[in-house]
C-alpha cells in the first residue's frame, strides 16, 4: 500500500518527515501505513539527518491565574498550581500537556521530569491535597499524546531526589530524603520501556537536594547534604559506571563553591559539558575548571531553572520572590543573550523541567 496515493516511497516519506510533532497523534489515525511508519526508527532518524527534528523544553510551571484587587493589581496566588508546560525554541510558541491521570488539579509538588525516547518520565513529588510524599510515575508519550501509568518507583517515600536520564531507555533516581527527613544514599534505574525498576550500589554518603545529570555515559550526582548537615550543600560528585556497575571515587571539589546544585544541568550533546547559575553568573565546566560565560541578566535576581541544548542555554527566573518568570536564552558562541516572549499564561514559578528531541 502506498503511503500517500500517487506519489514515489521517497517523496511520501519526505512530506511525513515534515509533520510536526503535535500533528503525529493525527497522522497517526490516518492509516495503518502512517502509524507504522512514523513508529519505525528509521523515521526518526531521518527526521534528524535532515534536520525535521524538534526540540521542545517540558517545565513544571506554575499556572498564573492572578485575582484583581480593589486597585487593579494583581494579587500573587499562595498555593501555585503546576502544570506541564511546553516550549519551542525554534517556533518560540508555548503550550500545555494534559494533566497525567488523576492529577488535573496540578502536579505533585516538586516532582521530577525525565526524557527518554518520545517519552516524558514524571516521577514522585508530594501531592498537591494531603502533602504526602509520592511514589507514582507516570509516561506521556508524544507520538500517541496519551499517558500510562508506571511501576511506582520502589523503597519507600523519597522528595529532593536528583534525577536524570541516558535520552534512550533508562531514567536514574539518587538521594533525597524519607519521610523522617533522613537524607539518602540509594540509587535506583527505570527501564521504560520494560516498566522496571531495578537497584543500583548505594553512593558513598547521603545526598539531600542533589542534582544529577548524565554526562560521558555515566550517571553524576552532584552535590547534596548529609542528614546531620541539613541544609549545608557539599561540592562533590560522584558517578556510577555501568560497565564495571558501581560508584567511582568520589570527586570532592567537583563544585568550586558550597551551594545548591539546582541549576547544574548538562549540555545537552551527549558530551561533558556542563552549565549552572550561582552567584548573578552563567558559568560552565571545561577542563575541571569552572569557567564564567557571562553575566545573568539584571531583570533575574532569582534563578529557577537553567537548560541546555544545541549550543544555547535557557535561564528563566524572576525579580523577586513572588514576582512573574520571564526566559533569557544565552548563545553559547555568540555570548550573547536574547529575552523570550513569554506569553501572560507563562509567567508562572518552574521548578524543573528537561529537554526532548522529538
Not at 502512517?34 to 513544571?60: D, N, S
Not at 518520565?121 to 511514589?135: C, I, M, R, Y
Not at 537497584?199 to 547534596?224: T, Y
Amino acid at each position: 500500500m502506498e503511503l500517500i496515493s500517487g506519489l514515489p516511497e521517497d517523496v511520501a516519506r519526505d512530506c511525513l518527515i515534515r509533520v510536526s510533532y503535535q500533528q503525529f497523534p493525527a497522522v497517526a489515525s490516518v492509516c495503518k501505513g502512517w502509524k507504522t511508519e512514523i513508529h519505525m526508527p528509521e523515521y526518526h532518524r531521518q527526521r534528524r539527518r535532515t534536520g525535521h527534528a524538534q526540540r521542545v523544553l517540558v517545565m513544571v510551571q506554575a499556572r498564573v491565574e492572578p485575582e484583581k484587587t480593589e486597585t487593579g493589581s494583581a494579587k500573587r496566588l499562595k498555593n501555585p498550581i503546576y502544570r506541564l508546560s511546553v516550549f519551542e525554541p525554534e517556533s518560540c510558541s508555548w503550550s500545555e500537556l494534559p494533566a497525567p491521570p488523576g492529577y488535573s488539579s496540578g502536579l505533585p509538588v516538586m516532582c521530577q521530569l525525565a526524557c527518554v525516547g518520545y517519552d516524558l518520565v514524571v516521577l514522585g513529588g508530594l501531592d498537591p491535597e494531603t502533602w504526602k510524599a509520592s511514589n507514582n510515575v507516570f509516561v506521556y508519550n508524544f507520538l500517541s499524546a496519551k499517558w500510562r501509568c508506571g511501576t511506582h518507583m520502589p523503597g519507600g517515600a523519597r522528595t529532593f531526589f536528583g534525577c536524570s536520564s541516558d535520552g534512550r531507555r533508562n531514567v536514574f533516581v539518587a538521594g533525597g530524603h524519607d519521610d523522617e527527613k533522613n537524607a539518602l544514599k540509594s540509587a535506583l534505574i527505570y527501564d521504560v520501556a520494560a516498566d522496571e525498576w531495578v537497584e543500583l550500589p548505594e553512593m558513598s554518603s547521603e545526598r539531600d537536594e542533589c542534582k544529577a545529570v548524565f554526562r560521558q555515559g555515566r550517571f553524576v550526582v552532584v552535590g547534596g547534604y548529609r542528614t546531620e548537615n541539613q541544609g549545608r550543600f557539599e561540592r562533590s560528585a560522584e558517578a556510577f559506571d555501568f560497565v564495571t556497575w558501581r560508584w567511582g571515587q568520589v570527586e570532592e571539589e567537583f563544585l568550586d563553591c558550597a551551594t545548591c546544585p539546582m541549576t547544574l544541568v548538562d549540555g545537552g550533546d551527549g558530551g561533558e559539558s556542563v552549565y549552572m547559575c550561582r552567584g548573578g553568573e552563567l558559568v560552565t565546566m571545561r577542563s575541571h575548571t569552572w569557567q564564567k560565560m557571562g553575566r545573568v541578566p539584571d531583570e533575574i535576581c532569582n534563578v529557577a531553572y537553567v537548560g541546555a541544548f544545541d549550543g544555547v542555554v535557557v535561564v528563566i527566573g524572576s525579580s523577586g520572590y513572588g514576582e512573574v518568570h520571564m526566559g533569557y536564552v544565552f548563545d553559547v558562541r555568540r555570548c550573547n543573550w536574547r529575552k523570550l516572549d513569554c506569553p501572560d499564561g507563562f509567567k508562572g514559578h518552574v521548578q524543573t523541567g528537561c529537554v526532548l528531541e522529538i
